[in-house]
Protein backbone atom coordinates (compact mmCIF):
# COMPACT_ATOMS: atom_id res chain seq x y z
CA UNK A 1 0.00 0.00 0.00
CA UNK A 2 2.75 2.64 0.71
CA UNK A 3 5.14 1.47 -2.17
CA UNK A 4 1.76 2.03 -4.34
CA UNK A 5 1.45 5.73 -2.85
CA UNK A 6 5.18 6.65 -2.89
CA UNK A 7 4.87 5.79 -6.89
CA UNK A 8 1.69 7.95 -7.25
CA UNK A 9 3.50 10.80 -5.93
CA UNK A 10 6.47 9.95 -7.73
CA UNK A 11 4.59 10.36 -11.30
CA UNK A 12 2.88 12.82 -10.19
CA UNK A 13 4.31 15.43 -12.45
CA UNK A 14 4.47 15.24 -16.63
CA UNK A 15 5.03 17.90 -19.23
CA UNK A 16 2.77 19.25 -21.44
CA UNK A 17 3.69 20.04 -24.81
CA UNK A 18 2.62 23.69 -26.29
CA UNK A 19 -0.84 23.66 -27.55
CA UNK A 20 -0.84 19.55 -26.73
CA UNK A 21 -3.50 17.51 -24.42
CA UNK A 22 -1.91 16.60 -20.90
CA UNK A 23 -2.18 12.99 -19.62
CA UNK A 24 -4.36 12.38 -17.05
CA UNK A 25 -3.22 11.08 -13.26
CA UNK A 26 -4.89 8.07 -14.15
CA UNK A 27 -2.49 7.54 -17.35
CA UNK A 28 0.00 8.26 -15.90
CA UNK A 29 -0.24 5.77 -12.66
CA UNK A 30 -0.48 3.32 -15.33
CA UNK A 31 2.72 4.15 -17.40
CA UNK A 32 4.28 4.13 -13.81
CA UNK A 33 6.09 0.53 -14.47
CA UNK A 34 7.03 1.53 -17.98
CA UNK A 35 9.01 4.98 -16.95
CA UNK A 36 10.86 2.48 -14.32
CA UNK A 37 11.71 0.43 -17.08
CA UNK A 38 12.97 2.77 -19.27
CA UNK A 39 10.03 4.26 -21.29
CA UNK A 40 10.21 7.97 -22.09
CA UNK A 41 7.49 9.08 -23.83
CA UNK A 42 3.37 8.05 -24.85
CA UNK A 43 1.88 8.30 -27.89
CA UNK A 44 -1.03 10.79 -29.15
CA UNK A 45 -0.46 13.49 -26.24
CA UNK A 46 3.16 13.86 -25.14
CA UNK A 47 6.27 12.78 -23.55
CA UNK A 48 6.19 11.83 -20.24
CA UNK A 49 9.15 12.01 -17.77
CA UNK A 50 9.69 11.47 -14.03
CA UNK A 51 10.29 15.08 -11.83
CA UNK A 52 11.25 14.26 -8.55
CA UNK A 53 10.88 17.64 -6.06
CA UNK A 54 14.37 18.60 -5.61
CA UNK A 55 16.84 18.26 -7.69
CA UNK A 56 16.29 21.12 -10.68
CA UNK A 57 14.40 20.20 -13.94
CA UNK A 58 15.45 21.21 -17.13
CA UNK A 59 11.71 20.67 -18.17
CA UNK A 60 11.08 24.27 -16.56
CA UNK A 61 7.99 25.72 -17.56
CA UNK A 62 6.84 23.01 -19.37
CA UNK A 63 6.02 21.19 -16.03
CA UNK A 64 2.81 20.51 -14.95
CA UNK A 65 2.41 19.33 -11.16
CA UNK A 66 -0.84 17.76 -10.18
CA UNK A 67 -1.00 17.56 -6.10
CA UNK A 68 -2.47 13.74 -5.08
CA UNK A 69 -4.82 13.09 -2.43
CA UNK A 70 -3.71 11.80 1.32
CA UNK A 71 -4.12 7.60 0.45
CA UNK A 72 -5.81 5.62 3.23
CA UNK A 73 -4.19 4.86 6.32
CA UNK A 74 -0.79 7.37 5.82
CA UNK A 75 1.53 7.31 8.71
CA UNK A 76 2.56 11.61 9.74
CA UNK A 77 6.03 11.42 7.80
CA UNK A 78 4.20 10.00 4.72
CA UNK A 79 1.36 12.13 5.38
CA UNK A 80 3.37 15.97 5.59
CA UNK A 81 5.64 14.64 3.04
CA UNK A 82 2.21 14.11 0.72
CA UNK A 83 1.20 17.58 1.89
CA UNK A 84 4.86 19.31 0.74
CA UNK A 85 4.44 17.41 -2.51
CA UNK A 86 0.60 18.91 -3.00
CA UNK A 87 1.91 22.79 -2.25
CA UNK A 88 4.31 22.42 -5.19
CA UNK A 89 1.16 22.02 -7.35
CA UNK A 90 -0.36 23.81 -10.15
CA UNK A 91 -3.70 24.23 -8.46
CA UNK A 92 -4.61 28.29 -7.86
CA UNK A 93 -6.24 27.95 -4.10
CA UNK A 94 -4.25 24.38 -3.09
CA UNK A 95 -7.27 22.45 -2.60
CA UNK A 96 -5.37 19.00 -2.75
CA UNK A 97 -3.24 20.15 -0.22
CA UNK A 98 -6.39 21.47 2.05
CA UNK A 99 -7.44 17.83 2.15
CA UNK A 100 -4.21 17.30 4.58
CA UNK A 101 -5.39 19.63 7.24
CA UNK A 102 -7.86 19.42 9.76
CA UNK A 103 -11.08 21.60 8.98
CA UNK A 104 -9.72 24.24 11.46
CA UNK A 105 -6.53 24.41 10.42
CA UNK A 106 -8.02 24.95 6.53
CA UNK A 107 -9.35 27.97 8.06
CA UNK A 108 -6.07 29.00 10.09
CA UNK A 109 -3.45 28.51 6.93
CA UNK A 110 -2.40 31.21 5.39
CA UNK A 111 -0.10 29.64 2.62
CA UNK A 112 0.96 33.24 1.40
CA UNK A 113 1.97 34.27 4.30
CA UNK A 114 5.49 33.66 3.25
CA UNK A 115 7.10 31.31 1.09
CA UNK A 116 10.55 29.60 2.70
CA UNK A 117 13.13 28.30 0.00
CA UNK A 118 15.34 25.69 0.93
CA UNK A 119 18.28 24.16 -0.93
CA UNK A 120 16.70 21.38 -1.22
CA UNK A 121 13.24 19.72 0.05
CA UNK A 122 13.23 19.38 3.84
CA UNK A 123 13.98 16.41 5.74
CA UNK A 124 10.88 15.41 7.72
CA UNK A 125 10.86 12.79 10.81
CA UNK A 126 8.70 11.82 13.44
CA UNK A 127 10.10 13.74 16.77
CA UNK A 128 8.78 12.05 20.37
CA UNK A 129 6.53 14.35 22.20
CA UNK A 130 6.14 13.78 25.71
CA UNK A 131 2.45 15.85 25.31
CA UNK A 132 1.38 13.13 22.12
CA UNK A 133 1.48 10.34 25.35
CA UNK A 134 -2.04 9.09 24.28
CA UNK A 135 -1.08 8.74 21.22
CA UNK A 136 -3.92 11.16 19.25
CA UNK A 137 -0.96 13.26 18.36
CA UNK A 138 2.33 13.22 16.42
CA UNK A 139 4.97 16.25 15.73
CA UNK A 140 7.10 15.66 12.67
CA UNK A 141 10.52 18.36 12.01
CA UNK A 142 10.76 19.60 9.38
CA UNK A 143 14.68 20.68 8.78
CA UNK A 144 17.13 21.90 5.65
CA UNK A 145 19.19 24.99 5.22
CA UNK A 146 17.68 27.86 4.39
CA UNK A 147 18.52 30.38 1.61
CA UNK A 148 15.73 32.89 1.08
CA UNK A 149 12.26 34.32 2.60
CA UNK A 150 9.91 35.74 0.01
CA UNK A 151 7.22 37.66 2.44
CA UNK A 152 3.29 38.12 2.00
CA UNK A 153 4.39 41.80 -0.21
CA UNK A 154 5.79 38.92 -2.92
CA UNK A 155 9.23 40.71 -1.64
CA UNK A 156 12.63 38.29 -1.59
CA UNK A 157 14.95 38.36 0.64
CA UNK A 158 18.31 35.97 1.06
CA UNK A 159 18.56 34.95 4.33
CA UNK A 160 20.91 31.67 4.81
CA UNK A 161 20.94 29.59 7.70
CA UNK A 162 19.64 26.36 9.30
CA UNK A 163 16.08 26.05 8.97
CA UNK A 164 14.03 23.92 11.26
CA UNK A 165 10.17 23.96 11.72
CA UNK A 166 7.82 21.58 14.02
CA UNK A 167 4.23 20.73 12.04
CA UNK A 168 1.45 19.06 14.50
CA UNK A 169 -0.56 16.36 13.38
CA UNK A 170 -3.62 14.70 15.06
CA UNK A 171 -6.14 11.43 14.74
CA UNK A 172 -9.19 12.89 12.86
CA UNK A 173 -11.13 9.37 12.96
CA UNK A 174 -9.07 7.33 11.68
CA UNK A 175 -6.97 9.29 9.59
CA UNK A 176 -4.16 11.35 10.08
CA UNK A 177 -4.15 15.24 9.44
CA UNK A 178 -2.21 18.35 10.26
CA UNK A 179 -4.26 20.52 12.90
CA UNK A 180 -0.43 22.68 13.17
CA UNK A 181 0.67 23.57 9.66
CA UNK A 182 3.83 25.48 8.66
CA UNK A 183 3.41 29.03 8.34
CA UNK A 184 3.02 29.79 4.69
CA UNK A 185 4.86 27.45 1.91
CA UNK A 186 7.90 25.68 2.35
CA UNK A 187 9.91 25.06 -0.97
CA UNK A 188 12.95 23.70 -2.32
CA UNK A 189 15.10 26.00 -4.80
CA UNK A 190 14.29 23.80 -7.85
CA UNK A 191 10.37 23.93 -6.75
CA UNK A 192 10.59 27.26 -6.22
CA UNK A 193 12.08 28.21 -9.58
CA UNK A 194 9.94 26.43 -11.46
CA UNK A 195 6.73 27.79 -9.76
CA UNK A 196 7.69 31.43 -9.39
CA UNK A 197 9.17 34.27 -11.69
CA UNK A 198 10.53 37.57 -10.90
CA UNK A 199 8.89 40.69 -12.39
CA UNK A 200 9.92 44.47 -12.03
CA UNK A 201 7.00 46.74 -10.64
CA UNK A 202 7.80 50.13 -11.64
CA UNK A 203 7.28 53.44 -9.01
CA UNK A 204 8.86 56.60 -9.65
CA UNK A 205 12.22 58.20 -8.24
CA UNK A 206 11.59 60.29 -5.12
CA UNK A 207 14.38 62.70 -6.19
CA UNK A 208 13.77 65.35 -3.41
CA UNK A 209 16.10 68.13 -3.43
CA UNK A 210 17.68 66.92 -6.75
CA UNK A 211 14.21 67.01 -8.56
CA UNK A 212 14.89 70.65 -9.96
CA UNK A 213 18.27 69.94 -11.34
CA UNK A 214 17.83 66.17 -12.91
CA UNK A 215 18.32 65.88 -16.56
CA UNK A 216 15.47 63.16 -16.62
CA UNK A 217 13.12 65.58 -14.90
CA UNK A 218 10.48 63.79 -12.67
CA UNK A 219 9.78 60.74 -14.45
CA UNK A 220 12.09 58.59 -13.04
CA UNK A 221 11.02 54.87 -12.96
CA UNK A 222 12.42 52.32 -10.81
CA UNK A 223 12.35 48.83 -10.50
CA UNK A 224 11.06 47.08 -7.57
CA UNK A 225 11.57 43.12 -8.37
CA UNK A 226 8.99 40.61 -6.70
CA UNK A 227 8.31 37.02 -7.22
CA UNK A 228 4.63 35.57 -8.86
CA UNK A 229 3.24 32.51 -9.61
CA UNK A 230 4.40 31.58 -13.30
CA UNK A 231 0.81 29.42 -14.00
CA UNK A 232 -1.74 31.33 -11.63
CA UNK A 233 -2.69 33.92 -13.26
CA UNK A 234 0.31 36.44 -13.66
CA UNK A 235 -1.01 39.11 -15.26
CA UNK A 236 -3.51 39.89 -12.04
CA UNK A 237 -1.15 38.90 -9.39
CA UNK A 238 1.40 41.13 -10.73
CA UNK A 239 -0.81 44.40 -11.38
CA UNK A 240 -2.29 43.35 -7.55
CA UNK A 241 1.25 43.41 -6.33
CA UNK A 242 1.75 47.13 -8.04
CA UNK A 243 -1.33 48.24 -6.45
CA UNK A 244 -0.17 47.35 -2.94
CA UNK A 245 2.81 49.76 -3.34
CA UNK A 246 6.91 49.32 -3.30
CA UNK A 247 8.54 46.71 -1.48
CA UNK A 248 9.71 47.69 2.16
CA UNK A 249 13.10 48.03 1.35
CA UNK A 250 12.66 50.53 -2.29
CA UNK A 251 9.67 52.52 -0.28
CA UNK A 252 11.73 55.45 1.04
CA UNK A 253 13.22 56.26 -2.04
CA UNK A 254 10.27 55.97 -4.53
CA UNK A 255 6.61 56.90 -4.51
CA UNK A 256 3.32 55.64 -6.83
CA UNK A 257 1.43 57.67 -8.31
CA UNK A 258 -1.65 55.43 -7.60
CA UNK A 259 -3.67 56.64 -4.89
CA UNK A 260 -3.50 54.82 -1.51
CA UNK A 261 -6.02 52.25 -1.63
CA UNK A 262 -6.48 51.71 -5.02
CA UNK A 263 -7.34 48.68 -6.04
CA UNK A 264 -8.78 46.74 -9.01
CA UNK A 265 -12.87 47.00 -9.01
CA UNK A 266 -13.61 43.72 -8.43
CA UNK A 267 -12.06 41.63 -5.86
CA UNK A 268 -12.53 38.51 -8.32
CA UNK A 269 -11.11 40.69 -11.28
CA UNK A 270 -9.03 38.32 -13.59
CA UNK A 271 -6.72 40.29 -15.95
CA UNK A 272 -5.55 39.34 -19.40
CA UNK A 273 -3.79 41.22 -22.21
CA UNK A 274 -6.51 41.36 -25.48
CA UNK A 275 -5.42 39.93 -28.35
CA UNK A 276 -3.81 43.34 -29.32
CA UNK A 277 -1.49 42.53 -26.44
CA UNK A 278 -3.42 45.56 -24.91
CA UNK A 279 -4.59 45.83 -21.35
CA UNK A 280 -7.72 46.88 -19.49
CA UNK A 281 -8.11 47.65 -15.34
CA UNK A 282 -10.91 48.70 -13.95
CA UNK A 283 -9.73 50.27 -10.76
CA UNK A 284 -12.54 51.20 -7.31
CA UNK A 285 -13.16 54.48 -6.65
CA UNK A 286 -10.22 55.56 -4.55
CA UNK A 287 -8.95 56.16 -8.39
CA UNK A 288 -12.16 57.99 -9.91
CA UNK A 289 -11.32 61.60 -9.18
CA UNK A 290 -7.49 61.57 -10.63
CA UNK A 291 -5.95 64.62 -13.33
CA UNK A 292 -5.67 63.61 -16.70
CA UNK A 293 -1.35 63.65 -15.78
CA UNK A 294 -1.13 61.60 -13.02
CA UNK A 295 -3.16 58.80 -15.02
CA UNK A 296 -0.77 58.88 -17.53
CA UNK A 297 1.47 58.09 -14.68
CA UNK A 298 -0.65 55.43 -13.14
CA UNK A 299 -0.82 54.13 -16.90
CA UNK A 300 2.98 54.47 -17.14
CA UNK A 301 3.53 51.95 -14.14
CA UNK A 302 1.36 49.75 -15.13
CA UNK A 303 2.84 49.62 -18.84
CA UNK A 304 6.07 48.63 -17.53
CA UNK A 305 5.29 46.61 -14.69
CA UNK A 306 3.13 44.04 -17.24
CA UNK A 307 5.76 44.19 -20.20
CA UNK A 308 7.15 41.31 -20.38
CA UNK A 309 4.13 39.43 -19.60
CA UNK A 310 2.65 39.29 -23.15
CA UNK A 311 2.55 36.11 -25.18
CA UNK A 312 5.73 35.38 -26.85
CA UNK A 313 8.03 38.02 -27.11
CA UNK A 314 5.59 40.39 -27.63
CA UNK A 315 5.28 43.30 -25.10
CA UNK A 316 2.34 45.58 -24.07
CA UNK A 317 1.08 47.59 -26.85
CA UNK A 318 -1.19 49.93 -24.33
CA UNK A 319 -2.86 50.16 -20.80
CA UNK A 320 -6.62 52.00 -20.72
CA UNK A 321 -7.26 52.79 -17.10
CA UNK A 322 -11.48 53.05 -15.89
CA UNK A 323 -13.45 53.90 -13.19
CA UNK A 324 -15.50 51.63 -11.30
CA UNK A 325 -18.51 52.16 -13.72
CA UNK A 326 -16.31 51.56 -16.97
CA UNK A 327 -15.67 54.67 -18.02
CA UNK A 328 -12.10 55.61 -19.08
CA UNK A 329 -10.00 56.88 -16.67
CA UNK A 330 -7.17 57.42 -19.30
CA UNK A 331 -5.03 55.44 -22.07
CA UNK A 332 -1.84 54.99 -22.88
CA UNK A 333 -0.24 53.73 -25.73
CA UNK A 334 3.35 51.87 -25.39
CA UNK A 335 4.48 55.10 -28.13
CA UNK A 336 3.46 57.03 -25.41
CA UNK A 337 4.68 55.62 -22.83
CA UNK A 338 8.26 56.52 -24.14
CA UNK A 339 7.96 59.41 -22.58
CA UNK A 340 8.77 57.74 -19.10
CA UNK A 341 10.85 54.72 -20.34
CA UNK A 342 13.59 53.61 -17.88
CA UNK A 343 15.90 53.94 -20.61
CA UNK A 344 15.80 57.40 -20.99
CA UNK A 345 18.36 57.65 -18.10
CA UNK A 346 19.79 55.01 -18.81
CA UNK A 347 20.74 55.97 -22.05
CA UNK A 348 21.59 54.11 -25.61
CA UNK A 349 25.46 53.78 -25.35
CA UNK A 350 26.66 53.77 -28.78
CA UNK A 351 30.59 53.17 -26.97
CA UNK A 352 32.01 50.60 -24.79
CA UNK A 353 35.60 52.96 -23.20
CA UNK A 354 38.52 51.47 -21.37
CA UNK A 355 41.97 52.81 -20.60
CA UNK A 356 44.72 51.87 -22.76
CA UNK A 357 48.45 50.89 -21.93
CA UNK A 358 49.43 54.59 -22.62
CA UNK A 359 46.73 55.34 -19.63
CA UNK A 360 44.29 57.09 -22.59
CA UNK A 361 40.45 56.85 -22.61
CA UNK A 362 39.77 54.90 -26.02
CA UNK A 363 36.38 54.11 -26.85
CA UNK A 364 34.89 50.94 -29.76
CA UNK A 365 31.85 50.53 -31.04
CA UNK A 366 30.46 47.14 -31.84
CA UNK A 367 31.17 47.36 -35.45
CA UNK A 368 34.99 48.24 -34.45
CA UNK A 369 37.94 45.93 -34.18
CA UNK A 370 40.46 48.53 -32.93
CA UNK A 371 39.58 50.88 -30.32
CA UNK A 372 40.12 54.65 -30.85
CA UNK A 373 41.02 57.46 -28.27
CA UNK A 374 38.66 59.81 -27.28
CA UNK A 375 38.72 63.02 -28.46
CA UNK A 376 39.68 65.56 -25.89
CA UNK A 377 41.96 65.69 -22.99
CA UNK A 378 41.35 62.11 -21.76
CA UNK A 379 42.27 60.98 -25.75
CA UNK A 380 45.97 62.54 -25.17
CA UNK A 381 49.49 60.88 -24.32
CA UNK A 382 49.55 62.67 -21.61
CA UNK A 383 45.67 61.90 -20.04
CA UNK A 384 47.56 59.70 -17.34
CA UNK A 385 44.34 57.83 -16.30
CA UNK A 386 43.89 54.73 -14.37
CA UNK A 387 40.18 54.69 -14.68
CA UNK A 388 37.25 56.27 -16.29
CA UNK A 389 33.35 57.01 -16.50
CA UNK A 390 31.31 58.69 -18.83
CA UNK A 391 28.27 60.45 -18.60
CA UNK A 392 24.74 58.61 -19.98
CA UNK A 393 25.15 60.98 -22.65
CA UNK A 394 28.34 60.30 -23.72
CA UNK A 395 29.03 63.89 -23.70
CA UNK A 396 31.36 64.42 -20.55
CA UNK A 397 33.85 61.56 -19.18
CA UNK A 398 35.33 61.72 -15.69
CA UNK A 399 38.77 60.01 -15.30
CA UNK A 400 40.80 59.19 -12.22
CA UNK A 401 45.04 59.57 -12.46
CA UNK A 402 46.88 56.13 -12.59
CA UNK A 403 47.74 56.97 -8.74
CA UNK A 404 44.48 57.66 -7.77
CA UNK A 405 45.26 60.75 -5.96
CA UNK A 406 42.88 63.14 -8.31
CA UNK A 407 39.51 63.26 -10.11
CA UNK A 408 39.18 65.27 -13.77
CA UNK A 409 36.00 65.69 -15.04
CA UNK A 410 35.72 67.50 -19.11
CA UNK A 411 33.95 66.92 -21.93
CA UNK A 412 34.58 64.40 -24.76
CA UNK A 413 35.27 67.27 -27.14
CA UNK A 414 38.10 67.82 -29.24
CA UNK A 415 38.59 71.55 -27.85
CA UNK A 416 37.42 70.73 -24.38
CA UNK A 417 39.98 71.61 -21.56
CA UNK A 418 41.01 69.19 -18.54
CA UNK A 419 40.09 71.81 -15.74
CA UNK A 420 41.05 71.27 -12.33
CA UNK A 421 41.36 68.74 -9.80
CA UNK A 422 37.53 67.91 -8.98
CA UNK A 423 38.29 65.75 -5.96
CA UNK A 424 41.47 65.06 -4.33
CA UNK A 425 42.83 62.23 -2.30
CA UNK A 426 45.31 61.55 0.28
CA UNK A 427 45.69 57.83 0.40
CA UNK A 428 49.07 57.56 -0.56
CA UNK A 429 48.68 55.01 -3.21
CA UNK A 430 46.34 53.24 -5.63
CA UNK A 431 44.85 50.84 -3.05
CA UNK A 432 44.06 53.96 -0.47
CA UNK A 433 42.82 56.49 -3.21
CA UNK A 434 39.53 56.71 -5.57
CA UNK A 435 37.47 54.38 -6.91
CA UNK A 436 36.76 53.97 -9.91
CA UNK A 437 33.87 57.25 -10.77
CA UNK A 438 30.22 55.95 -11.66
CA UNK A 439 27.44 58.55 -13.04
CA UNK A 440 23.98 58.07 -12.81
CA UNK A 441 20.99 59.36 -15.23
CA UNK A 442 20.34 62.16 -13.02
CA UNK A 443 23.78 64.05 -13.69
CA UNK A 444 25.32 63.13 -10.46
CA UNK A 445 28.65 61.63 -10.56
CA UNK A 446 29.66 59.51 -7.60
CA UNK A 447 33.25 58.31 -6.30
CA UNK A 448 34.84 56.70 -2.85
CA UNK A 449 37.77 57.95 -0.97
CA UNK A 450 39.64 54.80 0.25
CA UNK A 451 42.00 56.89 2.63
CA UNK A 452 41.93 54.64 5.49
CA UNK A 453 42.27 57.94 7.40
CA UNK A 454 39.38 59.76 6.14
CA UNK A 455 36.96 57.47 4.50
CA UNK A 456 34.06 59.00 2.21
CA UNK A 457 31.65 58.77 -0.26
CA UNK A 458 30.83 62.01 -2.62
CA UNK A 459 28.47 62.51 -5.15
CA UNK A 460 29.39 65.76 -7.50
CA UNK A 461 26.12 67.82 -8.66
CA UNK A 462 25.99 67.86 -11.99
CA UNK A 463 29.25 66.02 -12.43
CA UNK A 464 31.23 69.95 -11.78
CA UNK A 465 29.42 70.84 -9.09
CA UNK A 466 29.82 70.93 -5.52
CA UNK A 467 31.07 67.25 -4.19
CA UNK A 468 28.30 66.38 -1.65
CA UNK A 469 29.89 63.63 1.32
CA UNK A 470 26.99 61.02 1.37
CA UNK A 471 26.67 59.58 4.95
CA UNK A 472 26.86 55.42 4.75
CA UNK A 473 26.10 53.10 7.85
CA UNK A 474 28.45 51.30 9.52
CA UNK A 475 30.54 48.80 7.30
CA UNK A 476 31.61 46.88 10.50
CA UNK A 477 35.28 47.46 9.87
CA UNK A 478 34.98 47.36 5.87
CA UNK A 479 35.59 49.37 3.01
CA UNK A 480 34.53 50.52 -0.11
CA UNK A 481 36.75 48.92 -3.09
CA UNK A 482 34.27 49.96 -5.79
CA UNK A 483 31.37 51.39 -7.27
CA UNK A 484 28.28 51.48 -9.39
CA UNK A 485 25.33 53.69 -9.21
CA UNK A 486 22.07 52.63 -10.62
CA UNK A 487 20.50 54.61 -13.44
CA UNK A 488 17.60 56.16 -11.70
CA UNK A 489 19.83 57.26 -9.19
CA UNK A 490 18.06 55.31 -6.58
CA UNK A 491 20.61 52.44 -5.69
CA UNK A 492 23.93 52.36 -5.45
CA UNK A 493 26.21 48.82 -5.64
CA UNK A 494 29.22 48.62 -4.12
CA UNK A 495 32.14 46.40 -3.05
CA UNK A 496 33.09 45.88 0.63
CA UNK A 497 35.70 44.21 1.57
CA UNK A 498 36.25 43.06 5.27
CA UNK A 499 38.29 40.02 7.01
CA UNK A 500 39.65 39.39 3.62
CA UNK A 501 36.41 38.61 1.97
CA UNK A 502 34.91 41.00 -0.88
CA UNK A 503 31.21 41.20 -1.20
CA UNK A 504 28.77 42.89 -3.50
CA UNK A 505 25.70 45.12 -1.06
CA UNK A 506 23.29 46.67 -2.68
CA UNK A 507 21.97 50.36 -0.51
CA UNK A 508 19.16 52.83 -1.46
CA UNK A 509 20.07 56.35 -1.44
CA UNK A 510 17.93 58.58 0.20
CA UNK A 511 17.53 62.28 -0.83
CA UNK A 512 16.72 65.24 1.94
CA UNK A 513 17.81 68.50 2.73
CA UNK A 514 17.63 71.72 0.62
CA UNK A 515 18.67 72.26 -3.01
CA UNK A 516 21.49 74.17 -1.55
CA UNK A 517 22.13 72.00 0.83
CA UNK A 518 20.99 68.44 -0.33
CA UNK A 519 21.71 65.53 2.28
CA UNK A 520 22.18 61.64 1.26
CA UNK A 521 22.88 59.21 2.76
CA UNK A 522 22.70 55.30 2.16
CA UNK A 523 20.46 52.86 3.79
CA UNK A 524 19.91 49.54 4.39
CA UNK A 525 22.99 47.66 2.78
CA UNK A 526 21.76 44.27 1.86
CA UNK A 527 23.77 41.65 0.24
CA UNK A 528 23.05 41.11 -4.17
CA UNK A 529 25.13 37.73 -4.67
CA UNK A 530 25.07 35.78 -1.22
CA UNK A 531 26.41 32.47 -2.63
CA UNK A 532 29.88 34.20 -3.51
CA UNK A 533 32.52 34.38 -0.85
CA UNK A 534 34.54 36.79 -3.15
CA UNK A 535 33.12 39.04 -5.45
CA UNK A 536 36.18 40.62 -7.94
CA UNK A 537 33.56 42.65 -10.20
CA UNK A 538 30.08 43.31 -11.01
CA UNK A 539 28.23 46.14 -13.14
CA UNK A 540 24.93 46.57 -13.81
CA UNK A 541 22.90 44.57 -16.36
CA UNK A 542 19.61 45.81 -16.68
CA UNK A 543 16.56 47.47 -14.80
CA UNK A 544 17.48 45.44 -11.61
CA UNK A 545 19.97 43.14 -12.70
CA UNK A 546 23.86 42.97 -11.94
CA UNK A 547 26.57 40.81 -13.78
CA UNK A 548 29.00 39.89 -10.92
CA UNK A 549 32.62 37.41 -11.41
CA UNK A 550 33.22 36.06 -8.12
CA UNK A 551 34.30 33.44 -6.02
CA UNK A 552 32.40 30.28 -3.87
CA UNK A 553 34.15 28.81 -1.63
CA UNK A 554 35.65 26.31 -4.23
CA UNK A 555 37.61 29.14 -5.33
CA UNK A 556 36.87 28.90 -8.74
CA UNK A 557 36.08 32.14 -10.72
CA UNK A 558 32.46 32.20 -12.48
CA UNK A 559 30.34 34.79 -14.35
CA UNK A 560 26.68 35.08 -13.09
CA UNK A 561 23.26 37.50 -13.77
CA UNK A 562 22.19 38.15 -10.22
CA UNK A 563 18.71 40.24 -9.61
CA UNK A 564 19.13 43.36 -6.69
CA UNK A 565 17.01 41.38 -4.42
CA UNK A 566 19.59 38.90 -4.15
CA UNK A 567 17.89 36.46 -6.10
CA UNK A 568 19.36 34.34 -8.86
CA UNK A 569 18.28 36.08 -12.67
CA UNK A 570 16.36 33.87 -14.86
CA UNK A 571 18.68 34.13 -18.13
CA UNK A 572 21.01 31.74 -19.76
CA UNK A 573 24.16 31.44 -17.86
CA UNK A 574 27.43 33.22 -20.11
CA UNK A 575 30.71 31.33 -20.22
CA UNK A 576 33.20 33.57 -18.33
CA UNK A 577 36.76 34.50 -20.17
CA UNK A 578 39.47 33.47 -17.31
CA UNK A 579 40.51 35.53 -15.01
CA UNK A 580 38.76 38.37 -15.17
CA UNK A 581 39.30 41.61 -13.47
CA UNK A 582 36.63 44.06 -14.57
CA UNK A 583 33.44 43.62 -16.29
CA UNK A 584 31.37 46.55 -18.22
CA UNK A 585 28.10 45.84 -19.15
CA UNK A 586 25.27 48.26 -20.23
CA UNK A 587 21.22 48.22 -18.95
CA UNK A 588 20.10 47.65 -22.48
CA UNK A 589 20.56 44.06 -22.67
CA UNK A 590 20.69 43.49 -26.10
CA UNK A 591 24.59 45.23 -25.40
CA UNK A 592 27.69 43.29 -25.39
CA UNK A 593 29.85 42.43 -22.36
CA UNK A 594 33.50 43.66 -22.10
CA UNK A 595 35.97 42.72 -19.45
CA UNK A 596 39.30 42.84 -18.44
CA UNK A 597 41.07 39.55 -17.96
CA UNK A 598 44.24 38.57 -16.51
CA UNK A 599 45.99 37.08 -19.65
CA UNK A 600 44.01 38.11 -22.88
CA UNK A 601 43.45 42.02 -21.90
CA UNK A 602 40.77 43.56 -23.19
CA UNK A 603 37.44 41.06 -24.45
CA UNK A 604 34.44 41.49 -25.65
CA UNK A 605 31.40 39.23 -26.61
CA UNK A 606 29.09 40.54 -28.84
CA UNK A 607 25.78 38.11 -30.09
CA UNK A 608 26.27 34.46 -31.52
CA UNK A 609 30.25 34.95 -31.10
CA UNK A 610 33.00 33.82 -28.18
CA UNK A 611 34.94 35.96 -26.15
CA UNK A 612 37.40 38.26 -28.74
CA UNK A 613 40.29 39.89 -27.57
CA UNK A 614 40.57 43.76 -28.56
CA UNK A 615 42.92 45.28 -26.67
CA UNK A 616 45.72 42.97 -25.22
CA UNK A 617 46.98 46.04 -22.58
CA UNK A 618 43.82 48.19 -22.16
CA UNK A 619 42.52 47.56 -18.32
CA UNK A 620 39.12 49.48 -16.99
CA UNK A 621 36.64 48.76 -19.25
CA UNK A 622 32.87 50.14 -18.71
CA UNK A 623 30.30 51.37 -20.55
CA UNK A 624 28.32 54.65 -20.07
CA UNK A 625 27.30 55.19 -16.41
Not at 328 to 338: H, I, K, V
Not at 513 to 534: C, H, M, N
Request: aromatic share 4%; net charge negative; charged share 30%.
Amino acid sequence: MGADRADRRRFRRHVRRPGGRGLSAPVLLACGALLLSGCASMPDSGDVRRVDSSPRSDVDSQVRVYGVSPGKGEQPAELVSGFLEATTSDEENFGTAKEYLTKSAVRRWQPFAATTVLEQAPDVRVETDPGDRDGNGKTVVLSGKRIAVVDETHAYKADEQPYEERIHLTLSGSEWRIDGPPRGLILGESDFQRIYRSVNKYYFADLGPDAEDSKAGDNVLVADPVYVRRRIDPVTATVKALLDGPTGWLEPVVSSSFPRGAALGRRDERLSLDDSNALKIRLNDRAAQISAARCARMAAQTLFTVQDLGEGSSQVSGVRLERQNGSELCALSSDAARAYAPDGVEGHPRHQYFVDSEHRMVRLSDDEDRPQPVPGPFGADDAGLGSVAVSRDERDAAGVTADGSALYVTELASEADRGKVRVRSRGGSVEHGLTAPSWDGLGGLWVADRDPRQPRLLRLRGGTGPADEVRLPKLDGGRITALRVSADGSRIAMLVKRSGHTTLRLGRIERRGTADAPKLSVGALRAVAPKLEDVDTFSWAGDSRLVVAGRESDGVQQLQYVESDGSPANVPEVPGPNGVQSIGASEDQTRPLIAETRENGIVRLLPNTDWKTVDQDGSAPVYPG
